[in-house]
């Protein structure tokens, strides 16, 4: 993933369970599968895949720690794999960040059909009360279109300024400098597609949802969706949409059928060829990486796969791949830190795997497979829930040192399975229950806890919904997992005990996953009176 793609999800992120065949899903999931169920359910093996290559995709990707949190495969318009790494669920919505692209690069199809606009059409055009001063031959030449292909002529991304200064976006967007000539230099600029979202709202006096809703949304039954909303009253655009796996291999499938839904058409035929071409190069200017996944030609808010396919996709795992010559889709969700590796697995053991015809079924992979999809979770693989300094520990108050975090007391509190975190916080007290053999689920607002989301109103959350176990790493080091279920996000709180002291350091799962991010809150250290 680019540079630029993984900095502009740091600033977005922090400034603002089973698998297999359907006969296989345990009950529990299949109860809450069916709650959110639209696209029929088949047998991976009657639509020509094997359950030995889904075991495989697995076990590799868990291996390789690449971190997925949920995977559908559609094959033949049939459901044959789905799976939830707990405490991830069929009913969540996700976080999709740039994969929103292909949901606003839609609804510009959708409106081109009805004659609203077309391609060819000048931004300018549409703003005449934002338009700058003196307009560069550069800014009057930008299209529609090369806003749908990242052609703006723009050297940087412009949605960082954007979002840093208080004007309008779209008056922002306008007045910076267009270096290049539009339509002849690819630049990942998540600006362009917000602006897409202003066009779309200027002509048809409807946010990008409300628009959405009854073409697209209502027929595929896509249900709760949101979307931020920035502070002129425009959805985003380029980020913020929040829908569930299934919802996106629905969208999927819809692009897949070439915009017929259930026998009647949605999308136009030509818009969906048109947006999923290769419509300009984005390869390096020293040349293209045939192994890249990112350099295969970029077409309307859609990249470009290798093997011809195509994909849209959002910062740190987030996947709509659909495979038109396979029939196929797939639908992933993840926090991973490198995203080529999970579509390289993909091809290596999904692709690879599919065949034109039936298979037989091997009665002893698929028991494999549903011994897998039973006990798949984001927890340790190994977790030890006692150490012989927990009855010293328990309940003990722990006076804080003077901290950034203004935290001046801290606690655990150990009770059968169990662990209830307490932090005081100037005169308020923040607690969480974590599970030491399971994910105990709950809701936190301690300071600092970065994955506040952000509402279609644009304002933070006041709570943050988390999933919290914990276990002792050693005799001495306590380690809570906070995992917040409704972004990709999770937290480690390590507590190191020595005598009657304690230190507690936070570590966010975006370390290492998205450029410079660098963790921020302090350690916290204090002592407790024997």
């Known amino acids: ?77 049939k459901v044959i794999t789905e799976g939830w790494w707990d405490p991830y669920k069929p009913d969540i919505k996700h976080m999709l960040f740039s994969l929103s692209k292909s949901f606003t690069s839609t609804a510009i199809g959708l409106a081109v059909a009805e004659r609203r606009l077309t391609v060819e059409d000048k931004v300018i055009s549409f703003f005449p009360k934002h338009q700058p001063q003196n307009i560069s031959p550069n800014l009057a030449a930008i299209r529609v279109k090369d ?22 976006w779209i008056r922002t967007f306008l007045s910076l400098p267009v270096e290049h000539k539009p339509g002849s230099f690819f630049l990942y600029n998540s600006g362009a597609t917000y602006l897409l979202a202003a066009i779309l709202q200027k002509l048809t006096g409807k946010s990008l949802l409300d628009y959405l ?77 045939e192994n890249s996944d990112w350099q295969q030609g970029y077409g309307y808010q859609f990249w470009r796969c290798r093997h011809d396919l195509y994909r849209g996709d959002g910062a740190v795992g987030q996947y709509c791949i659909v495979m038109p010559a396979y029939d196929a889709v ?66 003990k108050p722990f006076k804080l040192q003077e901290n950034e975090m203004n935290a001046s007391e801290l606690s655990l509190k150990f009770a059968g399975n169990n662990c209830v975190f307490s932090l005081k916080e100037n005169n308020k007290v923040h607690t969480i229950s974590c599970g030491l053999d399971h994910w105990e689920k709950g809701e936190t607002v301690i300071p600092g806890a970065p994955p506040n989301l952000v509402n279609g109103n644009n304002k933070l959350t006041v709570n943050s919904k988390v999933a919290a176990a914990g276990l002792w790493k050693d005799e001495n080091t306590f380690e809570m997992i906070l995992q917040y279920f409704e ?14 002291s304690l230190r507690l350091e936070f570590k966010n799962s975006l370390m290492g996953k998205v450029g410079s ?3 921020t809150r302090p350690v916290l250290k204090g002592t407790w009176s024997i």
């Not at 088949?42 to 997925?68: H, T």
């Not at 806003?147 to 309008?168: I, P, Q, V, Y």
């Not at 996106?248 to 915009?259: E, P, S, T």
């Not at 972004?487 to 009657?500: K, M, Q």
Request: net charge neutral; proline share 5%; hydrophobic share 35%.
């Open 1 to 77: 993933m680019s540079t630029p793609r993984r900095e502009f999800i740091k600033q977005l992120s922090l400034g603002a369970a089973g698998f297999g065949l359907v006969p296989m899903i345990p009950q529990t999931l299949l109860a809450e599968i069916k709650k959110v169920t639209g696209l029929p359910r088949g047998i991976a093996e009657q639509e020509g895949l094997s359950s030995e290559s889904i075991l495989a995709f697995i076990k590799s990707v868990e291996q390789k720690k690449l971190g997925l949190h949920s995977l559908m495969i559609v094959r033949h318009g």
């Open 147 to 168: 806003l749908l292909t990242m052609n703006t002529g723009h050297d940087k991304d412009t949605m960082g300024t954007m979002r840093a200064g208080t004007e309008s």
């Open 213 to 289: 809703t009854p073409r697209l949304l209502e027929p595929l039954d896509i249900k709760n969706a949101d979307w931020e909303i920035s502070p002129e009253g425009i959805h985003t655009g380029a980020y913020g949409l929040r829908v569930t796996t299934e919802d996106i291999a629905k969208f999927g499938q819809l692009y897949l059928q070439k915009g017929n839904w259930n026998g009647k058409r949605i999308l136009s035929e030509k818009w969906v060829e048109e947006a999923t071409s290769f419509q300009v190069p984005n390869a390096s200017l020293t040349g293209k990486d």
């Open 330 to 395: 797939v639908a992933i969700t993840s926090e991973t830190s490198n995203m080529q590796a999970i579509m390289n697995e993909t091809w290596t053991h999904l692709l690879a795997g599919m065949k034109p015809s039936s298979l037989p079924q091997n009665q002893q992979v698929q028991s494999a497979l549903k011994q897998k999809l039973s006990t798949l979770t984001l927890l340790p693989s190994t977790i030890i829930t006692t150490s012989s300094i927990m009855p010293g520990i328990t309940g």
């Open 487 to 500: 972004t990709p996000h999770s937290d480690a709180v390590t507590c190191y005990f020595e005598n009657n």
């Open 517 to 519: 991010f660098k963790e």
